[in-house]
């Protein structure tokens, strides 16, 4: 079975790589093929599979390429793990955001819409080069913003395009964790968007134990979310939220405490991966070793300033390990193998939220088999949610449409609609903004 990697120079590739290492079940993924447009960075990240395969038998063959269409020919899966003007481009998002005093996170309000102006064509045309090229690969989407990209993709793709994101998982394991509960037997009721949804219930063997927790103040404190949102709100919510809706309820802290960091998040990262790049360039290097312990930095280091402003102290040990490798793995093999499975993914809407089309991309839990993921009917969201969620999917229509149709006045129309952008003034600025520094939004008139 041949899996290629969109995006193979990326430095969170061993991830997947290594979790391959580790299935040993019959069709399981052979040849690995990373595609980049770097090769620089495509030459490093290969170092380290190989390292990584040293002395593991019958080790999935790795083989690198900046051509696209000799990357797809032939791929049963694609992981599309694309970054748009790589770091630079997110240091950017955040900077041009800051100054004009809103934020800009990666994948929340006008770093998101940034990012996704400029990346939504470039997922289009991957989109369409594989329904050419490979119309038989499913693919998974890892690109953020991942919902937002994904349903792009699905314009073109179907249903056969499917986004992951380890952010619900690892809260519902957090949660099952301090349960006592075993979270690969629980039940974990989440619904909303990428980056914007909610846990409300946590069922195993048919009880609802989240209740329980929400009624235990100690217990309620003792992990990630607790101590990021505090125990109050979250009785107030009747809910978790995803750890991404600090950056509503807590907005004015957030944008302050980004404002007054030392680097923004992205050019801490362009820097950190800079040197490990560089470090790759000397034939002498430990290449797993370095790329080890940069990812180690880069876990422990995770929403920081959220937590600093939260006075949530350190990330625990169990939350440093990542997993978004392996929802996307277990996502393959369920479909490639048959192995009938449930994962919370990002995926057409088909009715599951009754406030939303059909076509509109939710994260929501689905059960998936050879035939790929079907959305689970939910509960209907309460009000307070279910008006951020539609005012965000609005936004991110109007990011489809201004990516379609070139028109500018469109993307100032999406800034402006969003929730965390307070001025249509603002989001002019914005625009303006972003167009002088982004080349890839030249696009835009």
């Not at 939504?120 to 919902?147: K, S, Y």
């Not at 050019?267 to 370095?290: I, K, N």
Request: a negative charge; one cysteine or more; aromatic letters at 6%.
């Amino acid at each position: 079975m041949k899996l290629t990697i969109l995006g193979g120079g990326g430095f969170r590739v061993p991830l997947v790589y290594g979790a391959l290492l580790g299935d040993r079940a019959e069709g399981r993924v052979t040849h690995v093929v990373l595609h980049d447009l770097d090769a620089r960075r495509l030459s490093a990240v290969t170092r380290v599979l190989a390292e990584q395969a040293a002395g593991v038998p019958d080790a999935p063959e790795v083989s690198a390429t900046t051509d696209l269409d000799e990357a797809l020919r032939g791929a049963d899966f694609v992981f599309s793990a694309i970054r748009v003007g790589g770091l630079k481009g997110r240091a950017n998002d955040e900077r041009v955001a800051l100054d004009q005093g809103v934020l800009g996170q990666e994948t929340v309000g006008a770093g998101g819409i940034a990012y996704g102006l400029r990346t939504v064509p470039v997922a289009v045309d991957i989109a369409r080069r594989v329904a050419r090229v490979a119309p038989d690969a499913w693919v998974i989407n890892f690109t953020n913003p991942a919902g937002l990209v994904t349903e792009a993709m699905s314009r073109h793709l179907g249903d056969r395009v499917i986004g992951i994101c380890d952010s619900p998982v690892g809260l519902g394991r957090r949660i099952a964790r301090v349960l006592g509960a075993d979270p690969r037997e629980a039940w974990i009721d989440y619904v909303g968007l990428n980056h914007l949804g909610w846990v409300r219930g946590l069922r195993v063997a048919g009880r609802d134990e989240l209740p329980r927790l929400l009624a235990d103040t100690d217990l309620l404190g003792s992990f990630e979310e607790g101590k990021l949102f505090g125990v109050d709100w979250l009785q107030s919510l009747g809910a978790i939220p995803n750890e991404y809706l600090h950056y509503y309820y807590f907005n004015r802290e957030a944008v302050r405490a980004y404002q007054q960091a030392e680097k923004t998040r992205g050019a801490f990262l362009a820097d950190q991966q800079a040197r490990f790049y560089q470090e790759m360039e000397r034939p002498d290097a430990a290449a797993l070793t370095a790329w080890d312990r940069t990812r180690a930095e880069r876990e422990a280091t995770y929403m920081a300033e959220n937590r600093e402003t939260a006075g949530a102290g350190e990330r625990d040990a169990d939350d440093l390990s990542g997993g978004y490798e392996k929802v996307a793995l277990a996502l393959m093999r369920a479909i490639a193998r048959d192995e009938r499975t449930t994962l919370i993914l990002n995926v057409r809407n088909q009715g599951t939220l009754s406030v939303l089309d059909q076509d509109a991309v939710i994260e929501v839990p689905c059960l998936v088999d050879a035939n790929g993921a079907h959305p689970v009917a939910v509960a209907p969201l309460p009000d307070h949610a279910t008006g951020l969620v539609c005012s965000v999917k609005g936004v991110e229509r109007e990011v489809l449409a201004a990516a379609e149709s070139g028109s500018r006045a469109t993307a100032v129309k999406a800034f402006a609609l969003h929730p965390l952008v307070d001025s249509v003034n603002v989001a002019r600025r914005l625009v303006e903004g972003y167009t002088d520094v982004h080349p890839g939004l030249a696009y835009l008139v």
